[in-house]
């Protein structure tokens, strides 16, 4: 470990394990970043927090970087209290959105929002906060926070971008679904954002080899998800059970591909097996007013693995999106094998010891085969023995030795953000 390097890491939202897919993977770029440095400086641009003003002690996260800034909001004492009017208009929000009750279509109808740029004001405010300090390499997170990069061209020797998803792939993919996004990312403009990096970190292969291709003189290197469970070996402790898992946040995909399931899947499973039982975990449970026959909505809990003891095995109905699908990550290192869609095994490495996933291309595919594996467990059971060596292509070793190739060119000089 090398105590003289200086980091800054740059994000919209704190990194949290056992969260959305985009704060559990930076908190594996963060732990990654910690098995080279202990000089970690935290930089949060948005005001995600459930109230405007609060405690530095209970409001923030635990993240073991040495020094947090929060860009909207202002240091009182111990406390942070938001800039923006919006945050403290939230709440109202909240509750209006809460008696209002929008159903379940009216909420899919949306345009969908990916991401928001940072603004000037943010990096104005990062410039001043980071006058006269110098960091040997700063961590951005998305195209969306690349503003803040180039305010940081005076600070930084090396600026390397955690692109999480080909977002231009990602808005074709809603737009082909028939859903409006917002922003509308073009390749030319992820291309343009790519070049002013001297590294991209991508999510695994197919992205790697993706980038690439846009950008041939930039470094790309892969570093896949890390599991927020230890991986543990599946031993059939569950054969008969009828019970199947899925974990989801409140996003898009999630709720696009709960509402297939629901209405493509379910009830031909349910005709064969009316004893199944779905077990949804995860905010996405705040998007629909009742569960459907046989669904069980258990919102955010406090251990997964409580869930995953008592299930067969797991599905990701998913049918947009890009990047790599995390919450199955989650399910190899429980033990449970999974049935997902084309979009849900997009980006998953091969395995010579055997997937632990299966595809169904279409609703009365999906359908057959969780039957086929509610009739008979020796077709999860087989997979689910797969669990556990596939796992280890998702450890926080495997994701601190992806970035060697960074931390090993520590003395080069010359970056590209200008």
């Keep these: 470990m090398d105590n003289q390097c200086k980091v800054l890491f740059v994000l919209e939202r704190f990194p949290e394990p056992s969260m959305s897919g985009a704060a559990s993977y930076n908190w594996a770029v963060l732990e990654a970043i910690k098995h080279y440095t202990n000089d970690v400086t935290l930089v949060i641009s948005g005001d995600h927090f459930d109230t405007p003003v609060f405690s ?24 942070y209290v938001s800039k923006s009017l919006k ?24 345009v969908f929002k990916i991401g928001r740029f940072s603004n000037k004001r943010e990096a104005n405010s990062l410039k001043r906060a ?47 679904n028939g859903y409006g996004v917002s922003p509308f990312i073009t390749e030319a403009q992820e291309k343009q954002v790519f070049s002013k990096f001297d590294s991209i970190l991508a999510i695994n292969a197919n992205e790697h080899t993706a980038i690439s291709e ?34 989801g946040a409140n996003a898009h995909h999630n709720i696009e591909g709960l509402n297939w399931l629901f209405e493509n899947v379910w ?10 039982k779905l077990l949804v975990c995860g905010s996405v449970s705040k998007s629909f007013d009742s569960a459907p026959p046989g669904v069980e909505f258990l919102g955010r809990v406090d251990s997964l693995a409580s869930v995953a003891e008592n299930c067969a095995f797991a599905v990701n109905p998913v049918n947009m999106g890009s990047g790599i699908k995390i919450k199955m990550v989650d399910y190899f290192s429980l033990g449970l094998p999974c049935i997902t869609t084309p979009v849900g095994a997009y980006g998953f490495p091969a395995s010579e010891s055997g997937l632990p996933f299966i595809v169904a291309s279409d609703g009365k595919q999906f359908a057959d ?11 999860p059971i087989e997979l689910s023995l797969n669990t556990f060596a596939y796992s280890k292509l998702f450890t926080p070793k495997a994701a601190a030795a992806s970035l060697k190739p960074i931390f090993s060119q520590r003395n080069a000089t010359g970056s590209k953000v200008a």
């Design 214 to 247: 846009l950008v041939p003189d930039t470094q790309v290197i892969t570093l896949l998800p890390t599991a927020t469970s230890t991986p543990q070996k599946h031993d059939g402790r569950v054969v008969g059970s009828s019970n199947i898992m899925y974990v």
């Design 87 to 110: 945050a403290y208009l939230r709440p109202l929000k909240k509750l209006v959105q809460s008696l209002l009750k929008r159903s379940n279509s009216e909420s899919s109808s949306q």
């Design 369 to 379: 085969k969780v039957c086929q594996w509610l009739e008979d467990s020796s077709f």
């Design 130 to 176: 980071m006058a006269n300090k110098a960091f040997d390499h700063v961590f951005v997170d998305t195209i969306f926070r690349s503003p803040l990069s180039e305010a940081l061209a005076d600070n930084t020797e090396k600026a390397h971008l955690i692109s999480h998803d080909l977002f231009y792939k990602r808005c074709l993919s809603f737009k082909n």
């Design 56 to 79: 530095k002690e209970k409001g923030t996260p635990k993240t073991g970087c040495n020094k947090v800034i929060l860009l909207n909001y202002f240091k009182v004492g111990g406390y």
């Design 267 to 276: 009830p031909s499973v349910l005709d064969k097996h009316g004893n199944a």
